[in-house]
């Protein structure tokens, strides 16, 4: 089994940047498709970025392409997502969640869930 471990959240004003970690522990997180996640309150849950187990391919929603980044450390159990030019739009909780299948994007079909940090992005 996997356990997966969020964290870097926090209060930022719109235009700045923040670093989110998805730490894992149970094995290792080379073989795993790792997608981010992001819900806010009265909102669907909602796809924002994801790399794949094969190749190290990323996916991105329309929304934050071009201004977030996810990359993947397998040496430390690691996946990151970057945040650049943070809208308030942006606000909300964010998941890290796994696949062994390889699957990205689908939030319900993930194998392994944490239990979210939050991000605000004030105006």
């Known amino acids: 089994q996997v356990q997966l471990v969020e964290s870097g959240g926090g209060l930022v004003q719109a235009g700045g940047s923040l670093r989110l970690s998805c730490a894992a522990s149970?094995?290792?997180?080379?073989?795993?498709?790792v997608n981010w996640f992001r819900q806010a309150p009265g909102k669907e849950r909602e796809f924002v970025a994801a790399?794949?187990?094969?190749?190290?391919?990323?996916y991105y929603a329309d929304s934050v392409k071009g201004r977030f980044t996810i990359s993947r450390d397998n040496a430390k159990n690691t996946v990151y997502l970057q945040m650049n030019s943070l809208k308030p739009e942006d606000t909300a909780v964010y998941y890290c969640?796994?696949?062994?299948?390889?699957?990205?994007?689908?939030?319900?079909?993930?194998?392994?869930w944490g239990k979210g940090t939050l991000v605000t992005v004030s105006s």
């Open positions: 790399i794949s187990w094969n190749d190290f391919n990323t």
């Open positions: 149970g094995r290792a997180f080379s073989s795993y498709a």
């Open positions: 969640a796994a696949s062994w299948r390889g699957v990205v994007k689908a939030h319900n079909n993930m194998d392994y």
